[in-house]
């Protein structure tokens, strides 16, 4: 089968594929001592731009791996005498006593396929390195990447481009992520990237360098990073000093995270009535010829979309990419459902998306044996009056707060992922601290409404837009000295 640009297009969206310039490609690779007794290993090659700066460098005991065929087979068509390997890296492993040393720009995947197609082998490396709740593929790749080092002389290198903000994200998971990375690595540099250089990213990127060994003792001990160029603390940059803030998970002893209904597909567009987007679902999933032209005309409602990223013209790249990946969620659908179910009313629920409500196709049978991000929160209680907030704020989000009433919120309506508490709250639904807290600075007892309120107050303040600017990606929290 022959593959198009626009197939290339969207396997780098749905496998997290994010090529890297040749001049970041050198820079990490100078960081590294090749000599005779080191092993490389580039486990997600791709282009093979890390592999053309090896051999720049005159080093040839290097193997690549690569999951993509089209890529493994065009390197290997013109490079028969390196050692490639066409696999998982998940599959992957090795026995040798030479020092292993691993470089790469591994995938970025908010909800890893590896928890798809090696569910227990993650719970194995999560389990091992006290690692947990966290989706992220990079971070499984990196696990993988330690663990293939203990199984061998149990010292190695790793130089990765990695997302920054799993090192600034603050929430309790990523915080032992970090512990993890302490403990078991030495971190010898950090040069941050501007992930514009990079076609399709936009978040911000970092290259890491790490010494992995287990018998560093001084490993937690590290308390400076050399960060481009710079000595910082370690601490301040991994944002692990919160102790001035009470963190949501501090507060509440239950929250939930809103749904993530699947793209642009499974939500209402604006203004539109639940008897006009079930119409539309339907028309889309019972078109079996469907083609992409179809389903553009089909996602909007008097001219207006779900997603923002068809605001540009039909015939951009952003727009035809985001087409082919909800195309092929269409055709996943289509294979495990019948249409008539877009017509059941008992399939569609309210959801307050921003400041705006929708409704969502909300059916737990597109969670089985799906190749797309969809997601339903598990609460189902009897209060549909709910108070949300943006649990996981970046600097440059537009974060909501506030009420509703429609018992689930939109997850990723922010950047940053949206949470909600019921409003029939009880002072049993409050941790012990932050009633001792609350009594002892408001001289009051603790009421839901009033923490709300409080809540709301904090977004507003001006303590809440530094932390914002100091700590780039946090989990939401209220100051520890109380704002009047």
Same mark, same amino acid.
């Given at each position: 089968?022959?593959?198009?640009?626009?197939?290339?297009?969207?396997?780098?969206?749905?496998?997290?594929?994010?090529?890297?310039?040749?001049?970041?490609? =050198?820079?990490?690779?100078?960081?590294?001592?090749?000599?005779?007794?080191?092993?490389?290993?580039?486990?997600?090659?791709?282009?093979?731009?890390?592999?053309?700066?090896?051999?720049?460098?005159?080093?040839?005991?290097?193997?690549?791996?690569?999951?993509?065929?089209?890529?493994?087979?065009?390197?290997?068509?013109?490079?028969?005498?390196?050692?490639?390997?066409?696999?998982?890296?998940?599959?992957?492993?090795?026995?040798?006593?030479?020092?292993?040393?691993?470089?790469?720009?591994?995938?970025?995947?908010?909800?890893?396929?590896?928890?798809?197609?090696?569910?227990?082998?993650?719970?194995?490396?999560?389990?091992?390195?006290?690692?947990?709740?966290?989706?992220?593929?990079?971070?499984?790749?990196?696990?993988?990447?330690?663990?293939?080092?203990?199984?061998?002389?149990?010292?190695?290198?790793?130089?990765?481009?990695?997302?920054?903000?799993?090192?600034?994200?603050?929430?309790?998971?990523?915080?032992?992520?970090?512990?993890?990375?302490?403990?078991?690595?030495?971190?010898?540099?950090?040069?941050?990237?501007?992930?514009?250089?990079?076609?399709?990213?936009?978040?911000?990127?970092?290259?890491?360098?790490?010494?992995?060994?287990?018998?560093?003792?001084?490993?937690?001990?590290?308390?400076?990073?050399?960060? +481009?160029?710079?000595?910082?603390?370690?601490?301040?940059?991994?944002?692990?000093?919160?102790?001035?803030?009470?963190?949501?998970?501090?507060?509440?002893?239950?929250?939930?995270?809103?749904?993530?209904?699947?793209?642009?597909?499974?939500?209402?567009?604006?203004?539109?009535?639940?008897?006009?987007?079930?119409?539309?679902?339907?028309?889309?999933?019972?078109?079996?010829?469907?083609?992409?032209?179809?389903?553009?005309?089909?996602?909007?409602?008097?001219?207006?979309?779900?997603?923002?990223?068809?605001?540009?013209?039909?015939?951009?790249?952003?727009?035809?990419?985001?087409?082919?990946?909800?195309?092929?969620?269409?055709?996943?659908?289509?294979?495990?459902?019948?249409?008539?179910?877009?017509?059941?009313?008992?399939?569609?629920?309210?959801?307050?998306?921003?400041?705006?409500? =929708?409704?969502?196709? =909300?059916?737990?049978?597109?969670?089985?044996?799906?190749?797309?991000?969809?997601?339903?929160?598990?609460?189902?209680?009897?209060? +549909?009056?709910?108070?949300?907030?943006?649990?996981?704020?970046?600097?440059?989000?537009?974060?909501?707060?506030?009420?509703?009433?429609?018992?689930?919120?939109?997850? +990723?309506?922010?950047?940053?992922?949206?949470?909600?508490?019921?409003?029939?709250?009880?002072?049993?639904?409050?941790?012990?601290?932050?009633?001792?807290?609350?009594?002892?600075?408001?001289?009051?007892?603790?009421?839901?409404?009033?923490?709300?309120?409080?809540?709301?107050?904090?977004?507003?303040?001006?303590?809440?837009?530094?932390?914002?600017?100091?700590?780039?990606?946090?989990?939401?929290?209220?100051?520890?000295?109380?704002?009047?």
């Amino acid at each position: 089968m022959s593959i198009t640009n626009r197939d290339i297009d969207t396997k780098e969206v749905s496998m997290g594929q994010y090529f890297t310039p040749i001049d970041i490609a =050198r820079k990490l690779v100078s960081n590294i001592t090749l000599n005779d007794n080191c092993l490389v290993i580039e486990p997600s090659f791709g282009g093979g731009v890390f592999l053309d700066v090896l051999k720049e460098n005159n080093f040839n005991n290097y193997i690549g791996i690569e999951l993509d065929e089209y890529w493994y087979n065009k390197r290997i068509n013109f490079n028969k005498e390196e050692h490639l390997l066409n696999k998982n890296f998940y599959d992957f492993n090795i026995s040798t006593n030479k020092k292993i040393i691993f470089v790469g720009n591994p995938p970025y995947s908010g909800t890893a396929n590896s928890l798809h197609t090696h569910k227990s082998y993650i719970n194995m490396l999560c389990n091992m390195f006290q690692v947990s709740g966290i989706r992220e593929e990079c971070v499984f790749w990196l696990l993988h990447t330690m663990y293939i080092i203990y199984m061998n002389s149990g010292y190695g290198e790793i130089h990765y481009i990695l997302p920054k903000s799993i090192f600034t994200n603050n929430s309790k998971f990523f915080t032992q992520f970090k512990e993890c990375i302490r403990k078991h690595c030495l971190i010898s540099r950090i040069d941050e990237i501007d992930g514009s250089r990079f076609e399709g990213v936009s978040q911000e990127l970092v290259a890491i360098s790490l010494l992995v060994n287990p018998n560093l003792s001084f490993n937690r001990m590290q308390s400076e990073i050399l960060l +481009n160029g710079q000595i910082v603390s370690l601490d301040n940059y991994f944002c692990m000093n919160t102790s001035d803030t009470i963190d949501f998970m501090e507060i509440f002893k239950k929250t939930y995270l809103g749904s993530v209904p699947c793209e642009s597909l499974l939500v209402s567009c604006p203004n539109e009535s639940l008897e006009e987007f079930k119409n539309r679902l339907y028309r889309i999933m019972n078109n079996k010829d469907i083609d992409i032209q179809y389903l553009y005309m089909n996602l909007q409602y008097n001219g207006k979309f779900h997603l923002k990223v068809f605001d540009n013209p039909y015939e951009s790249n952003q727009v035809q990419d985001k087409l082919s990946v909800i195309l092929e969620y269409v055709k996943n659908i289509q294979n495990k459902m019948i249409p008539e179910e877009f017509l059941e009313n008992k399939n569609y629920h309210k959801i307050q998306a921003r400041n705006d409500k =929708r409704y969502y196709f =909300r059916n737990k049978d597109i969670k089985k044996n799906k190749n797309f991000v969809y997601e339903i929160t598990p609460y189902e209680g009897d209060c +549909n009056d709910i108070f949300y907030f943006t649990s996981n704020p970046s600097n440059s989000s537009t974060d909501y707060c506030g009420y509703s009433d429609c018992g689930d919120v939109l997850r +990723n309506c922010s950047p940053g992922c949206m949470r909600f508490v019921p409003c029939n709250l009880t002072k049993a639904d409050f941790t012990d601290y932050f009633i001792n807290w609350w009594e002892e600075n408001f001289k009051k007892e603790l009421s839901c409404l009033d923490v709300f309120e409080y809540i709301k107050n904090v977004y507003k303040s001006n303590w809440y837009k530094e932390r914002k600017k100091k700590h780039k990606r946090f989990y939401f929290g209220i100051p520890r000295d109380f704002i009047v």
